[in-house]
């Protein structure tokens, strides 16, 4: 095993994390949070019923995974360069204050395209809230997901098939790890006929090109990819109904949609298809 491992540490690694946080979301699936086989909800409403039901699986998921292949594979040199790029903190302030910034604007002037409506703005509570909600953000999706499917996949896939195939692959996989969610709270409860998933694995692929920019120019930093991708989820969760407050919430799955599906375009034509990848990183 350790020797097919070795071989194909990438297929391990995708095997793994959709079988562990599968299994490990089975229960959050048939509770009352979900179908309704197994008649037990929860606690803790939505929010609770979601870090007790997801987040164990989203942590045994792609973070376990990326560690155990890791050291299976490359050994103590392997996981010094995977705590490299976790705590590579060090990008220019720059970045950080483009990606708080760029993400809500986006997002507010995506769903004004959507809708035809003008976002307010939130209140002094909404505002108060916001870093303290990034920072659990950061801390629980952030550190769950990303440390596997970009810091472990992205740099083998690219070096493999290059930035726009790679970002493909696991744009692809890495929407369709979250599908049996959308059987649950999480995504509605209602699979809505396969729209709504699909439209999910859409979105994410493209912004998976936004997510590949990141992580090539900012030179592989890990916690301003984490920054980038937690952006959007606290922004979704904290104000956006606050700043459009007579929208249908459904909208701003097409906001988001529409956002990163023009952010794609952008820099797939400014960057010609390379995403900010530099011949270092190929080599």
Known sequence: MRASVRRRPLSWFFTLAFALSWAAWTPYILSGNGTGVWHFTFPGGQLGSQLLGVLPG???????????????????????VWRSRMTRFRVGWGWYAVVIVSVPAALALATSAVTGQEPVMPPAAVL?????????????????????????????????HGPVTATLIVGVLWGIWHLPLFLTDWGGGSLNGGVKPVE??????????????????????????????TSVNNFNSVAWSEMFPS?????????FLLGSATAALVLLAVTRGRLGLRPAQEA
């Open 247 to 255: 929208v249908d919430p459904g909208n701003i799955d097409h906001a």
């Open 128 to 160: 108060a809230v916001y870093l303290p909600g990034l920072v659990l953000q950061m801390v629980t999706t952030g550190l769950a997901e990303e440390p596997g499917w970009r810091e472990f996949a992205m740099p083998r896939m690219q070096r493999r």
């Open 58 to 80: 989203a942590y045994l998921g792609p973070i376990a995974s990326a560690l155990l292949v890791t050291t299976v594979t490359e050994g103590r040199h392997g996981l010094r």
């Open 200 to 229: 999910f694995v859409v979105t994410v692929v493209a912004f998976s090109f936004v997510m590949t920019y990141v992580f090539n120019r900012s030179g592989e930093s890990m916690p301003l990819v984490m920054l980038l991708h």
